[in-house]
Protein backbone atom coordinates (compact mmCIF):
# COMPACT_ATOMS: atom_id res chain seq x y z
CA UNK A 1 0.00 0.00 0.00
CA UNK A 2 1.71 3.38 -0.84
CA UNK A 3 0.57 6.75 -0.27
CA UNK A 4 2.12 10.27 -1.70
CA UNK A 5 1.14 13.62 -0.52
CA UNK A 6 2.28 17.08 -0.09
CA UNK A 7 4.78 17.72 3.23
CA UNK A 8 6.45 20.96 4.96
CA UNK A 9 9.95 20.82 5.54
CA UNK A 10 10.57 17.77 7.00
CA UNK A 11 14.40 17.72 6.59
CA UNK A 12 14.34 20.93 9.15
CA UNK A 13 12.37 18.15 11.27
CA UNK A 14 15.10 15.63 10.83
CA UNK A 15 17.83 17.56 11.46
CA UNK A 16 16.11 19.16 14.98
CA UNK A 17 15.86 15.21 16.10
CA UNK A 18 17.24 12.34 13.41
CA UNK A 19 16.77 9.30 14.32
CA UNK A 20 18.80 5.70 13.44
CA UNK A 21 17.52 4.29 10.56
CA UNK A 22 16.97 7.53 8.63
CA UNK A 23 19.44 8.50 6.18
CA UNK A 24 19.16 12.54 4.65
CA UNK A 25 21.06 13.22 1.65
CA UNK A 26 20.09 16.96 1.28
CA UNK A 27 19.04 19.92 3.71
CA UNK A 28 16.55 21.14 1.14
CA UNK A 29 12.69 22.08 1.21
CA UNK A 30 10.02 18.57 1.39
CA UNK A 31 7.77 19.63 -1.17
CA UNK A 32 6.39 15.74 -1.19
CA UNK A 33 5.96 12.37 0.69
CA UNK A 34 5.56 8.88 -0.19
CA UNK A 35 4.18 6.60 2.47
CA UNK A 36 4.72 2.83 1.44
CA UNK A 37 2.87 0.62 4.04
CA UNK A 38 3.54 -2.79 5.45
CA UNK A 39 0.10 -3.28 6.67
CA UNK A 40 -3.41 -1.68 6.62
CA UNK A 41 -3.19 -0.39 9.66
CA UNK A 42 -0.86 2.22 8.30
CA UNK A 43 1.86 1.96 11.00
CA UNK A 44 5.01 0.10 9.45
CA UNK A 45 6.53 0.98 6.20
CA UNK A 46 8.81 3.05 4.75
CA UNK A 47 9.17 6.65 4.55
CA UNK A 48 10.32 8.96 1.85
CA UNK A 49 11.06 12.81 1.11
CA UNK A 50 11.30 14.30 -1.88
CA UNK A 51 12.40 17.99 -2.96
CA UNK A 52 10.64 20.09 -5.92
CA UNK A 53 12.15 18.30 -8.62
CA UNK A 54 11.85 14.92 -7.54
CA UNK A 55 15.06 14.32 -5.76
CA UNK A 56 15.18 12.34 -2.99
CA UNK A 57 16.19 14.20 0.60
CA UNK A 58 15.65 11.46 2.79
CA UNK A 59 14.39 8.06 3.67
CA UNK A 60 13.99 5.30 6.11
CA UNK A 61 11.69 3.07 8.40
CA UNK A 62 8.53 5.06 10.01
CA UNK A 63 9.46 4.03 12.93
CA UNK A 64 13.12 5.81 12.63
CA UNK A 65 10.51 9.17 11.33
CA UNK A 66 8.59 8.69 14.24
CA UNK A 67 12.24 8.42 16.85
CA UNK A 68 12.50 12.58 15.43
CA UNK A 69 10.43 14.36 17.38
CA UNK A 70 10.10 13.37 20.87
CA UNK A 71 8.96 16.09 22.99
CA UNK A 72 6.12 16.80 25.47
CA UNK A 73 3.03 19.19 25.33
CA UNK A 74 3.06 22.87 27.32
CA UNK A 75 -0.33 21.03 29.43
CA UNK A 76 2.07 18.24 30.72
CA UNK A 77 1.84 19.19 34.02
CA UNK A 78 5.92 18.52 35.79
CA UNK A 79 6.55 18.04 38.82
CA UNK A 80 8.36 20.08 40.81
CA UNK A 81 10.12 20.48 44.16
CA UNK A 82 6.92 23.43 44.72
CA UNK A 83 3.98 20.77 42.81
CA UNK A 84 3.21 20.64 39.94
CA UNK A 85 3.64 22.83 36.79
CA UNK A 86 2.19 22.69 33.23
CA UNK A 87 5.21 22.25 30.74
CA UNK A 88 4.29 25.65 29.42
CA UNK A 89 5.17 27.38 32.04
CA UNK A 90 8.59 26.14 32.78
CA UNK A 91 11.11 28.23 33.06
CA UNK A 92 15.17 27.71 33.16
CA UNK A 93 16.25 27.33 36.43
CA UNK A 94 13.01 25.62 37.86
CA UNK A 95 13.15 22.43 39.79
CA UNK A 96 12.27 19.77 38.91
CA UNK A 97 11.78 16.01 40.45
CA UNK A 98 13.79 13.04 38.91
CA UNK A 99 13.57 9.15 39.03
CA UNK A 100 16.72 8.82 40.01
CA UNK A 101 18.57 12.52 40.82
CA UNK A 102 16.37 13.74 42.91
CA UNK A 103 15.50 17.36 42.08
CA UNK A 104 17.14 19.15 39.24
CA UNK A 105 17.70 22.32 37.56
CA UNK A 106 15.96 22.83 34.18
CA UNK A 107 18.54 24.47 32.08
CA UNK A 108 17.19 25.31 29.02
CA UNK A 109 13.86 24.93 26.89
CA UNK A 110 13.48 23.79 23.26
CA UNK A 111 9.85 24.91 21.21
CA UNK A 112 8.29 23.43 18.07
CA UNK A 113 4.95 24.20 16.36
CA UNK A 114 2.81 22.35 14.20
CA UNK A 115 0.17 23.61 12.69
CA UNK A 116 -3.02 22.12 12.19
CA UNK A 117 -1.82 21.80 8.34
CA UNK A 118 0.92 20.20 9.22
CA UNK A 119 -0.23 17.71 11.18
CA UNK A 120 -2.93 16.88 7.99
CA UNK A 121 -0.20 16.70 5.65
CA UNK A 122 1.91 15.01 8.09
CA UNK A 123 -0.02 12.53 10.80
CA UNK A 124 3.29 10.99 11.73
CA UNK A 125 3.58 14.31 13.82
CA UNK A 126 0.30 13.72 15.49
CA UNK A 127 0.49 13.34 19.14
CA UNK A 128 -0.73 10.48 21.20
CA UNK A 129 -2.90 11.47 23.90
CA UNK A 130 -3.14 9.32 26.69
CA UNK A 131 -6.28 9.55 29.30
CA UNK A 132 -6.44 10.26 32.79
CA UNK A 133 -6.52 6.37 34.10
CA UNK A 134 -5.58 4.67 31.00
CA UNK A 135 -2.54 3.01 32.43
CA UNK A 136 -3.83 2.10 35.63
CA UNK A 137 -5.26 4.34 38.66
CA UNK A 138 -3.52 7.53 38.29
CA UNK A 139 -1.25 7.09 35.85
CA UNK A 140 -1.76 9.83 33.69
CA UNK A 141 -3.54 11.94 36.59
CA UNK A 142 -5.32 13.79 33.76
CA UNK A 143 -5.40 13.67 29.96
CA UNK A 144 -1.69 13.99 28.43
CA UNK A 145 -0.36 14.07 25.14
CA UNK A 146 2.95 13.64 24.11
CA UNK A 147 5.31 13.48 20.64
CA UNK A 148 4.57 9.55 19.05
CA UNK A 149 8.04 8.18 20.32
CA UNK A 150 8.33 10.41 23.89
CA UNK A 151 9.80 7.85 25.96
CA UNK A 152 7.56 7.15 28.91
CA UNK A 153 7.11 4.03 31.74
CA UNK A 154 4.63 2.02 31.47
CA UNK A 155 2.84 0.69 34.91
CA UNK A 156 1.20 -1.94 32.89
CA UNK A 157 4.32 -3.23 31.32
CA UNK A 158 7.04 -2.13 33.84
CA UNK A 159 9.73 -1.08 30.94
CA UNK A 160 10.12 2.05 29.29
CA UNK A 161 8.00 2.45 25.71
CA UNK A 162 7.61 5.06 23.76
CA UNK A 163 3.77 6.57 23.50
CA UNK A 164 3.54 5.21 19.80
CA UNK A 165 3.67 1.54 20.96
CA UNK A 166 0.90 2.28 23.61
CA UNK A 167 -1.63 3.19 21.04
CA UNK A 168 -4.60 1.08 20.38
CA UNK A 169 -5.03 0.28 24.84
CA UNK A 170 -7.99 1.75 25.65
CA UNK A 171 -7.66 5.27 26.69
CA UNK A 172 -4.85 5.95 23.93
CA UNK A 173 -4.83 7.19 20.80
CA UNK A 174 -3.38 9.46 18.02
CA UNK A 175 -4.48 12.90 18.55
CA UNK A 176 -5.42 14.68 15.16
CA UNK A 177 -5.03 18.13 17.20
CA UNK A 178 -7.51 20.48 15.08
CA UNK A 179 -5.67 23.52 16.83
CA UNK A 180 -2.33 21.94 15.92
CA UNK A 181 0.33 21.60 18.68
CA UNK A 182 3.24 22.66 20.32
CA UNK A 183 5.82 20.72 21.29
CA UNK A 184 8.51 21.18 24.21
CA UNK A 185 12.17 19.52 24.85
CA UNK A 186 12.79 20.04 28.62
CA UNK A 187 16.82 19.97 29.30
CA UNK A 188 18.80 18.87 32.03
CA UNK A 189 22.22 18.71 32.99
CA UNK A 190 21.73 14.89 32.12
CA UNK A 191 19.26 12.92 30.55
CA UNK A 192 17.00 12.10 33.03
CA UNK A 193 13.15 10.57 34.03
CA UNK A 194 10.79 13.39 34.71
CA UNK A 195 7.39 12.79 36.68
CA UNK A 196 4.93 14.29 34.44
CA UNK A 197 0.90 13.65 35.02
CA UNK A 198 2.04 10.76 37.52
CA UNK A 199 4.20 9.17 34.70
CA UNK A 200 7.79 9.12 34.50
CA UNK A 201 8.65 10.59 31.12
CA UNK A 202 12.06 10.75 29.37
CA UNK A 203 13.68 14.81 29.41
CA UNK A 204 15.42 16.12 25.78
CA UNK A 205 18.30 13.41 25.25
CA UNK A 206 20.47 16.49 22.95
CA UNK A 207 22.64 14.45 20.12
CA UNK A 208 25.01 16.49 18.06
CA UNK A 209 23.26 16.48 14.77
CA UNK A 210 20.04 18.06 15.96
CA UNK A 211 22.20 21.39 16.18
CA UNK A 212 21.43 21.99 12.70
CA UNK A 213 17.49 22.22 13.03
CA UNK A 214 18.15 25.14 15.53
CA UNK A 215 18.08 28.67 14.48
CA UNK A 216 21.12 30.43 15.69
CA UNK A 217 19.86 31.69 19.17
CA UNK A 218 18.69 28.43 20.23
CA UNK A 219 21.75 26.87 18.95
CA UNK A 220 24.05 29.46 20.82
CA UNK A 221 22.27 29.12 24.40
CA UNK A 222 22.12 25.15 23.59
CA UNK A 223 25.80 24.72 23.06
CA UNK A 224 26.66 27.95 26.09
CA UNK A 225 24.86 24.76 28.49
CA UNK A 226 25.94 22.07 26.98
CA UNK A 227 29.43 22.54 24.81
CA UNK A 228 30.37 18.82 24.79
CA UNK A 229 27.45 18.25 22.11
CA UNK A 230 30.06 19.68 20.08
CA UNK A 231 32.00 16.60 20.86
CA UNK A 232 30.17 14.01 21.53
CA UNK A 233 26.18 12.71 21.96
CA UNK A 234 24.43 12.63 24.95
CA UNK A 235 23.73 9.02 26.18
CA UNK A 236 20.27 8.16 26.89
CA UNK A 237 18.37 7.87 30.31
CA UNK A 238 17.27 4.59 30.24
CA UNK A 239 18.19 2.05 27.74
CA UNK A 240 14.91 1.13 25.52
CA UNK A 241 13.19 -2.16 26.32
CA UNK A 242 10.39 -3.20 24.05
CA UNK A 243 7.29 -4.32 25.34
CA UNK A 244 6.43 -8.11 24.66
CA UNK A 245 3.35 -9.67 23.74
Same mark, same amino acid.
Given at each position: ??????? /???????????????? !?????? /????????? @??????????? *???????? *??? @?? $? $??????? !???????????????? $????????????????????????? #??????????????????????????? &?????? !????????? @??????????? =?????????? =????????????????????????????????? +??? +?????????? =?????????? #??? $?????? =? /? &????
Amino acid at each position: MTRSMRA /TDIAEILAQSPAQGLR !CTAMAR /TESLRLEFD @SHDETDGHISG *FDASGETV *FSG @SI $A $AFRAAIP !CVTPETRVATESGGVP $AGDLRPGARLVTRESGVQTLRWIGS #RVFTAADLALNPLLCPVRIRAGALGEG &HPVQDM !CVSPNHRLM @SPLRGNLVSAQ =ELVGLDGVEA =ERAAGGVRYLQLLLDAPEMLLCDGLWVESFRPE +LAM +LAGFDAAQRA =ELLALRPDLS #RRD $AEAALP =E /T &HPTE
